[in-house]
């Protein structure tokens, strides 16, 4: 984990947020290549949960709803984690996190560990619940009547604005509305990195149904199905995937199951996503606290429900934090420790980087570069040695590198290098397109 907070941050993926005033703890900016990884997973999402598909479509919603809305979703009252103190430390710790949160004055033990070594458990405090909200204020005034909140998630909204899109897409049951889009959470101890932070972004898609016992768990099974395979197809090794199906006492009153997929991080097996079939709860409470009908009416059966949905909701952080981890390789190339990322080229940052042998040559391979990037994203690199430049480049893990060297004036090729199998090849200029398409190519 150290290797990739340092690569992160000296490779221009993850910086800490305002890190020249100490920094703020749960906060994380990303940087250019960072960025650009970013982007790529959360097309590569949208793609499949929305562009390529017939029975789904987007949204994109305020970040600040109606504060009734947390009401009706039952956040205001018990959207919290359980707190303590500790009275030697002074820290503040999610209390069921505690035999794996490091003491902030012995950082060698848990807190756990630590409250017993000293004076036994009772150096905490009693447990109390702690609301993760936000919470801001609307307009000039400060008082209880203009308090709003930074949404925990996306999907309320998507409830809220059922009937609207549903309308205006002219969809039928059964159908999905999906959102990428910010979340806030006051996290009592953020840590693990971007895996839990106060700020992050979700990618959430709510999939109506009718309310049959058996309609629900077809699309269940089928949302369960279709995200793990989503994973896979992002490039993550099946062996560090698995999925966990929720036991009936994890579960929220109204929901019907759910299936978390998880990850092998370097700090264990954690959530990545979950898939969760929540009845048709939301609505009807929505419904509920607003006063407005949020049913829907079958034009074919001429019946009027209230549809249950099929949640499937993850972390574009969580899911970028997964990349990462899984694309990290150490290998030797010339004797030397050679750190490399082998994305797919599916979200790899840059498809490849153009560098010319000497600065003499910067003209040409500029241009080339120019040619390259209307089809991909690609980088132009001139300094320091080539050796250096792969280097770098092999640490964000660009799938190719092309360089323009003396004898391309000559004879119109380039050089070719593979970052996975070193292989070299040497490249007509007017056949380099193709021959990176043809290799770049992955399955829509
Ligand atoms: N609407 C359901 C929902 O929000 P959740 O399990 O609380 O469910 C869904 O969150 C996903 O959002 C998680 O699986 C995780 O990927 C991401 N997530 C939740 N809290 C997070 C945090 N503090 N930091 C980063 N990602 C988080």
């Known amino acids: 984990m150290e290797k990739l907070v340092s690569l992160a941050k000296r490779r221009g993926f993850i910086f800490q947020s305002s890190e020249i005033y100490g920094g703020i703890n749960g906060f994380w900016d990303y940087g250019p290549v960072g960025v650009e990884l970013r982007n790529n997973i959360k ?44 009275k030697v430390c002074k820290g503040r710790f999610r209390a069921d996190h505690l035999e794996s949160i490091p003491c902030l004055q012995k950082p060698s033990l848990s807190v756990h560990a630590c409250a017993q070594e000293k004076k036994g458990p009772g150096e905490l405090t009693e447990v109390r619940q702690f609301n993760l909200m936000f919470e801001t204020y609307v307009g000039a005034l400060r008082d209880d009547s203009s308090r709003a909140y930074l949404r925990p998630e996306t999907c309320q909204s998507i409830f809220t604005q059922f009937k ?15 959102q990428i889009g910010k979340s806030f959470r006051n996290e009592i101890t953020p840590r693990n990195f971007i895996f839990r932070s106060r700020e992050f972004e979700q990618m959430e898609m709510e999939f109506f149904v009718r309310p049959e016992e058996s ?31 929720h036991a ?54 001429k019946e009027k429900f209230i549809p249950a949905v099929i ?13 990462l981890a899984d694309a990290y390789a150490e290998d030797e190339v010339e004797g030397e420790t050679r750190v490399v990322m082998r994305f797919s ?47 770098r480049h092999d640490e964000i893990g660009t799938p190719f590198c092309v360089t323009y060297d003396f004898q391309s004036e000559e004879d119109k090729q380039v050089t070719v290098r593979d970052r996975d199998t070193l292989k070299q090849d040497r490249i007509a200029m007017d056949q380099l397109e193709k021959y990176l398409e043809d290799r770049l190519k992955f399955q829509v």
């Not at 040619?371 to 991909?376: I, K, T």
Request: proline share 4%; charged share 30%.
């Open 215 to 245: 309609e629900m768990q077809k699309w269940y099974e089928y949302w369960v199905e279709t995200r793990y395979q989503w994973f896979l197809d992002l490039g993550i090794k099946p062996e560090k995937l698995h999925k966990r199906t």
């Open 43 to 86: 097309n590569f999402w949208w793609e499949r949960m929305v562009r390529l598909r017939d029975d789904v479509v987007g949204v994109d919603t305020s970040i600040i709803c109606h504060p009734q809305t947390w009401v009706a979703s039952g956040h205001l009252a018990s959207f919290s984690d359980p707190m303590v103190d500790c």
């Open 248 to 301: 009936q006492d994890e579960l929220a009153h109204y929901a019907k199951g759910c299936v978390d997929v998880e990850y092998e991080f370097p700090f264990g097996f954690s959530e990545l996503e979950g898939i969760a079939n929540r009845s048709n709860y939301d609505l009807s409470q929505h419904s509920k606290t607003s006063g407005k009908d949020l049913s829907y009416f079958d034009e074919e059966t």
């Open 345 to 391: 080229p599916r979200v790899a940052p840059f498809k490849a980087a153009v560098f010319p042998l000497s600065r003499k040559l910067a003209e040409p391979a500029m241009r080339l570069e120019k040619e390259l990037r209307r089809h991909y994203v690609t980088d132009y690199d001139d300094v320091g040695s080539i050796g250096k430049r792969y280097r």
């Open 164 to 178: 609207n899109v549903q309308i205006v897409s002219r969809q039928k049951i059964p159908f999905g509305i999906a």
């Open 311 to 323: 949640e499937t909701s993850l972390g574009v952080d969580r899911t970028l934090l997964t990349v």
